[in-house]
């Protein structure tokens, strides 16, 4: 039974780091893709970060490019998310996502691609 649990969300004020992790239980982290979510409330839920199967191919939505990086350790069975120069726009619940079907250096970008989901975590951040 795969499992995943997401932690690191908390209250940072703007200008701030986090990093988010998400644990993966019941299979390797490296036979899926993972992704990062958030949704906002009153907004519907959007991929901030993916990472591919391989591992060697990512994405981050414009919205925090160049802010927020995704990565895997393998030994770890863990995906991370660290989040920098958080804005109050980066407030919402984030959710760690995975992938089955993907392969390869394949993003997937969108909720639908998606199998298995965290119980999410929140991030506030406070201008």
């Known amino acids: 039974q795969v499992q995943l649990v997401e932690s690191g969300g908390g209250l940072v004020q703007a200008g701030g780091s986090l990093r988010l992790s998400c644990a993966v239980s019941g299979r390797l982290v490296n036979s899926f893709g993972m992704g990062w979510f958030r949704q906002a409330p009153g907004k519907q839920r959007e991929v901030v970060a993916a990472?591919?199967?391989?591992?060697?191919?990512?994405y981050h939505a414009d919205s925090v490019k160049g802010r927020f990086t995704i990565s895997r350790v393998n030994a770890e069975n863990t995906v991370y998310l660290q989040m920098n120069s958080l804005k109050p726009e980066d407030t919402a619940v984030y959710y760690c996502a995975a992938d089955e079907t993907s392969l390869y250096t394949r993003l997937a970008v969108t909720e639908y691609e998606y199998d298995y989901w965290g119980q999410g975590t929140q991030v506030t951040v406070s201008s």
């Open positions: 990472i591919s199967w391989s591992g060697d191919n990512t």
